[in-house]
Every structure is written in C-alpha cells, then in structure tokens.
C-alpha cells in the first residue's frame, strides 16, 4: 500500500484550485474516441483530476475514476459537473486495488508512470483481468528519451515505458497496436512541451 508521505505528495499536488494537467482531455485518449460506444462501462486508472474520465462520459460511457487523491476527485467531480456529466469516483491505490474480473469494456490507462516496474506490473495484471473479452485498452507513457526532454513524468528510467515492456505486458491480447513518436504536449503546467511518447491501442 502507498504510504503516508505519497497520499501527502499527492494531496498536495491537487491542492490549488488550477487544474494540475488541464480539464481538456489527453490528445491520444480523444484521437481514439470513435473507437468509444455510448453504454460502454469504461474504468480510467490514475485519473487524478478527472479529465479522461469526463471525456469518456462526455462520449456516454458509464465511467469509473480511480485515483489516490480525495483533493483530485473533488476536482473530477467539479468538473464532471461543469461539462453535464456524471461519473463515479473512487479513493483507491491503483497498485494494490482489488480489480474486478472481467467487468469493463474501456481502459484507459494515461500516464501513471509513478509505478516502479513491481508495481507495474501488478496494475498491467489488474487491467488485463478486469478488461472483459474483446476489451478496449488505451495507454499513453513516456519512453525513456524522455529524461533528455524534461517536460513532464518521472526521473526514473525503469518507470518509462519501452515497446518490450508493453509487449511483454500485453502481447497476448487479440490485437495490440504500439506506436512510438515525439509531440508537443500542452497538457496544463503538468505536461509540456516536447515529449517522448508512446501509445497502445489493444483488443483483449
């Protein structure tokens, strides 16, 4: 379980009234919309808060937001109400959460490089279980040029991403889809700028 000192550095990192990484939606998250069908159960992981997750009930998905945060889910639902939407929320530590078999249609899993490569590994298993058959995963890191960049996530190379780390995570899949390129991202004061990207669009 995530300590006391990450739920402080996370409640602190919400805590102004700006929005962190901006209440527009992650530009690979809404390039992929038309892949999204109304009455969809859609579970978005680390969703801080809450522009994935509004996006997605904006396109009438039935929407789950986990994050860690009570301050970043305040937040989520201000902003779910702003946009005329609703969507649930729930306070959980996306590493060690009890993921349901088998009950979401979306997952989308936006920068949560946090995860050191055990934990990782342990939020991969949980969106692969709870991802029913024919499941839609949508995932966006940083590759590990992003440390020549600095615009956002993690110093720590063993948590960015690598095509062999999404293929060894989800190479099982139906389809699996991985591209690797360099954007410029303005996502709030959180994201921008330059960046090492890397995107996977896969069918369970």
């Known amino acids: 379980m995530a300590n006391d ?3 402080e550095h996370w409640q602190q990192r919400y805590a102004s009234d700006e929005y962190r990484f901006g209440t527009a939606p992650n530009a690979f998250l809404k390039s992929q919309a038309a892949l999204l069908s109304k009455g969809q159960t859609a579970l978005a992981i680390a969703d801080g ?59 989308a899993a936006i920068f949560f ?51 062999e780390i999404l293929e060894r995570g989800f190479g099982d899949f139906a389809s699996i889809d991985i591209r690797e390129y360099d954007a410029e991202i303005h996502e709030g004061a959180g994201h921008g700028g330059m960046s090492a990207l890397i995107d996977l669009v896969a069918t369970k």
């Not at 997605?56 to 301050?71: I, K, N, T, W, Y």
């Not at 902003?79 to 959460?97: F, H, K, M, P, S």
């Not at 839609?136 to 190379?157: A, F, I, M, N």
């Open 49 to 107: 808060e809450g522009r994935n997750g509004v996006f997605m009930a904006e396109q009438g998905l039935d929407v789950l937001s986990l994050d860690f945060s009570p301050l970043a889910q305040e937040k989520a639902r201000k902003l779910a109400a702003t946009r005329g939407v609703t969507i649930r929320v729930e306070q959980a530590d996306v590493v060690n959460w009890n993921y349901p078999d088998g009950v979401y249609d979306v997952v």
């Open 5 to 7: 000192n990450d739920f």
């Open 113 to 163: 490089q946090f995860a050191a490569p055990p934990e990782r590994e342990k939020i991969f298993a949980g969106i692969k279980k709870t991802l029913k058959p024919g499941g839609l995963l949508l995932l966006e890191g940083y590759r590990p040029k992003q440390l020549e960049y600095k615009t956002g996530g993690p110093s720590q190379v063993e948590n960015l991403y690598t095509r």
